[in-house]
């Protein structure tokens, strides 16, 4: 049976973000953290009744199942059926499947693949305010097939920190829908940080520092999110939170985990745990009753490295907007 629509900031501008694609099949929708487009805006699109499948691009692999698992329980049938996915080395679609999920990789060599894009109706660019280079190629030829194969396609790009401006330029001035989040009591406090203490060292005192608090009642208690930059990181902090014996399950979350462990990270109604894991938890998917954040302030991004020719990681500060979308 499909869950009723959940009343989330997005629900007040569906009704505009549909104007906008009949009228001029481009839309840019910015809306912060937690302000239900993920899950709202493919299924009301699906109520359009046009041909073919919506396409719903999402950044790493561990969203995309996510997504699609909530998107089939919003909708309806089982995964696979009206709603899917599609990721490298898995996919589970059918021919009844009208939403599909999939990762950048994948869209990008769809277009290569089928230029036209046939039975597809609508693309979805989530999470755009990652401006990863398969992203920004994706949108690039999804607006030339736009304008020279298919003018019935449909484009809506997504993101909650974006300044959504340029990229309505890009699509030639088209129409920006702006959503307002939710408010809630937000407190943001800064340690200083020790440059001769190890990084994942400062984390886990500062989660046990939280668990402390939460127990005196001077937190909301729930679950804690800490962001580390790498999994090298990870791996100490979850080693010196169960080595400490706080009282509660640790685990890690990133992109070299089995699908299977990472999922178990989104299980609703699990006991407060402390979930320690990459910016993979940044963006797309929310884990189920957090309450606190700490954040490391650091995160591990691949630059290209013209001396070696090749692809190098680098630690680095992480900017603002993503500070603010993990607070979110």
Request: charged share 25%; glycine share 8%.
């Amino acid at each position: 049976m499909p869950l009723a629509e959940p009343a989330l900031p997005v629900a007040a501008v569906l009704g505009t973000l549909r104007d906008a694609l009949r009228d001029h099949g481009r839309v840019v929708l910015e809306a912060p953290p937690g302000a239900g487009k993920t899950t709202l805006v493919p299924p009301a699109l699906l109520g359009e009744g046009w041909p073919g499948e919506i396409v719903l691009l999402q950044p790493r692999r561990v969203a995309t199942r996510a997504v699609a698992r909530l998107l089939a329980r919003r909708v309806g049938g089982g995964l696979g059926q009206t709603v899917g996915y599609q990721i490298r080395f898995e996919r589970k679609v059918s021919q009844t499947t009208r939403i599909r999920v999939v990762t950048e990789g994948i869209l990008t060599a769809w277009l290569q693949r089928d230029p036209e894009l046939t039975g597809v109706s609508a693309v979805i660019l989530d999470e755009f305010h990652e401006r990863s280079l398969q992203a920004d190629l994706a949108l690039a030829l999804l607006k030339e097939v736009q304008e020279a194969l298919r003018p019935d396609l449909k484009i809506v790009v997504m993101s909650a920190t974006l300044d959504a401006e340029p990229v309505a330029a890009f699509l030639d001035g088209c129409p920006m829908v702006r959503c307002e989040g939710r408010q809630h009591p937000l407190t943001v406090t800064y340690a200083a940080r020790d440059s001769e203490r190890p990084i994942a060292g400062q984390v886990s005192a500062a989660v046990r520092r939280l668990l402390e608090e939460m127990g005196r009642g001077e937190i909301p208690a729930g679950q804690v999110l800490a962001f580390l930059p790498g999994v090298r990181e990870i791996d100490a902090v979850v080693a010196a939170l169960r080595a400490a014996g706080i009282g509660r399950e640790v685990l890690p979350l990133h992109g070299r985990l089995d699908a299977r462990s990472q999922d178990r990270v989104l299980e609703p109604d699990a006991p407060p745990r402390v979930i320690v894991a990459t910016n993979i938890a940044e963006t797309s998917l929310t884990i189920p009753g957090v309450t606190a954040v700490v954040d490391s302030g650091l995160v591990r991004v691949s630059r290209h490295d013209p001396g070696l020719g090749m692809d190098r990681l680098e630690l680095r500060k992480t900017s603002r907007a993503s500070a603010d979308q993990r607070a979110g």
